[in-house]
């Protein structure tokens, strides 16, 4: 019985052993490189804390169970401190640092090819998937080799020349767009901006989706999310026998980092968790050959977020919960209000209102007046719900420090501990050689 006994032990510490060393050897066929722009740990820990709450049977955030963590540095080329997008998805997407605003190039104006273009190299499907303009920064980075990142039209006919398989995003940014869109066409792209047709998409050849994408928080029961963006996506690339690589960026994370919106922060988030979902899925169908790698390229409003004995959870999720629209809708109402010459004290009932508002203090009564004829009443109502929910801001921009990154799947062990963002693209050409 001990000798049946020692040899069940042995077997079993054998066949984990052999496991962990095929997990280890194994390259993946499928890899999602999922970027939260301007999410940084407390932007995590916000939302994570915000879903275990309101949700616990979620289980919290997909990434967060991941079983390969660390911490990522963001800083760019030693001439700047604090990162900016471009800089930071170059660093990412080419695994070199730049100057800020500098697209898939070093400060010395060398061109940088992309993981994703060494995806295509392979014979693999290759997609850019973002919340924001399909040539903003971040997804830029993945395709295009520019001086500037404001470099918009330029940026969009590099769209024509990549070949990837597949685009999704708001629309084209830029003075020309439709220049970009018809070189794209020009490319054998077809271009879909139907919400119907998105939401039904059939593979077609070459794709670019363009079609706007409301915050989370403003968001209404027709709205296209992330995620239609994403199972669009898994469609056009599902059929590829070499594999894909998958770039998905949830963008407007960094925006209400930098207006100070904790609720619409938060949303944002969990926008890119719903995504997560549907590419959990598909890994849970080929978890030997998937790799899922998140991150983030900064952090941004320099966000700390308090769980002291203080924190009160139902004042947080009421915070959270009362707020009715983001900053930015927020700040086009507060112009038609003042359009419309209310009173002050009007104008202050709406914005409480908007912002959820109801248990305010003579001290913030008296900042709401001092402000009521300016931009910034906005931002005092938007610390007041930053308080409720034990969040303090100390930014409007990019801070320089660390962001989590999570793996899974075969080398998700090459991204643990503590690593750089140009570690990131690094890793991902040794498991693509």
Known sequence: MKRRKFLQVFLAVATLLTAQLFAQDAKPKYIFLMIGDGMGVTQIAAASKYLDLTQPDAGGLLWEKFPVKGLTTTHPAATDKITDSAAAATAIACGVKTKNGMIGMTADNTAHRSVAYAAK??????????????????????????????????????????????????????????????????????????????????????????????????????????????????????????????????????????????????????????????????????????????????????????????????????????????????????????????????????????????????EEQAKLKKNVGERALLTVCQNMVAQRCGVTWTSFNHSSASVKTTAIGPGSELFAGDTDNTDIAKNIFKLLN
């Open 121 to 362: 190299d392979k014979g693999m499907k290759v997609a850019i998937i973002t919340s924001v303009g399909i040539n903003h920064a971040t997804p830029a980075a993945f395709y295009s080799t520019r001086m500037s990142r404001g470099m918009y039209n330029e940026i969009g006919l590099d769209i024509a020349s990549s070949a990837f398989d597949f685009f999704a995003g708001e629309p084209l940014l830029g003075k020309k767009p439709d220049e970009g869109r018809a070189a794209i066409k020009s490319a054998g792209y077809t271009i879909v901006n139907d919400r119907e047709k998105i939401i039904n998409y059939q593979p077609q050849g070459k794709t670019l989706i363009e079609h706007p994408i409301p915050y989370r928080v403003d968001a209404k029961e027709d709205s296209l999310r992330l995620t239609d963006f994403m199972r669009a996506g898994l469609k056009s690339l599902s059929d590829s026998e070499k594999g894909f690589f998958c770039m998905v960026e949830a963008g407007k994370i960094d925006w209400m980092g930098h207006a100070n919106d904790i609720a619409s922060s938060i949303g944002e988030v969990l926008d890119l968790n719903d995504t997560m979902a549907v590419v959990y899925d598909f890994y849970k169908k080929h978890p030997r050959e998937t790799l899922i790698v998140v991150t983030g390229d900064h952090e941004t409003g320099g966000m700390s977020f308090n769980f002291t004995a203080n924190f009160d959870p139902k004042r947080f999720v009421a915070a959270v919960d009362g707020q009715k629209y983001s900053s930015t809708v927020l700040a086009g109402h507060l112009k038609g209000w003042r359009k419309e010459k209310l009173s002050n004290d009007e104008i202050i009932k709406r914005c409480l209102d908007a912002f959820g508002l109801s248990d305010v203090t003579p």
